[in-house]
């Protein structure tokens, strides 16, 4: 099942975002592995998604709720929609990196730190694009949680300076 991408995610804080990525990750690792433990076989894929998407509609809630309760402003359902669909283009996806993959005449995306994103096209254009991540440390967190949510998983470190995913997408640090 192929995530809906074309969601809107202006205006969200990608410093949020990744707290938020965080802690829905963790409950949908934790409910695929009882969901496994208590049938003896994993989780369909498509199952598992539906019931991510789930968990981050009540992860970003809880989120935005709690801001309410400390005396911020309200999110509106747009913002709400749009934390939601960054956050499960960071589980499901390629997160802030995913636009770079939708290119379609792009043959070439060179990324040397978290503000310096190049696409080179097939009539030899270069364009630069916009910053990936807020910092180098988000990226590479960025680029291992993609190889760890990989199957089967694959590093990215300084022994595995170089990581292909399946869809032979390469990323080198």
Do not use: K
Not at 105 to 118: L, R
């Amino acid at each position: 099942m192929r995530p809906q991408w074309s969601r809107d995610t202006t205006g969200v804080d990608w410093d949020v975002v990744v707290r938020l990525r965080r802690r829905a990750s963790e409950e949908i690792t934790d409910v695929s592995e009882h969901w496994s433990s208590d049938r003896g076989r994993a989780m369909a894929p498509e199952d598992r998604r539906m019931m991510g998407r789930s968990v981050i509609r009540q992860v970003v809630r809880q989120h935005a709720e709690t801001l309410a309760l400390e005396g911020q402003a309200l999110w509106d359902i747009e913002l709400e929609q749009a934390y939601a669909a960054a956050v499960e283009n960071a589980i499901f996806g390629y997160g802030r990196l995913q636009p770079l993959f939708e290119i379609p005449d792009a043959e070439n995306i060179e990324i040397h730190g978290w503000d310096s994103v190049m696409v080179q096209y097939g009539d030899g254009r270069r364009v630069a694009h916009p910053p990936v991540a807020d910092s180098d440390e988000e990226l590479v967190e960025a680029i291992r949680f993609l190889g760890e949510s990989a199957s089967p998983s694959r590093p990215f470190d300084d022994a595995h300076p170089m990581m292909t995913l399946g869809d032979s997408r390469n990323f080198c640090g």
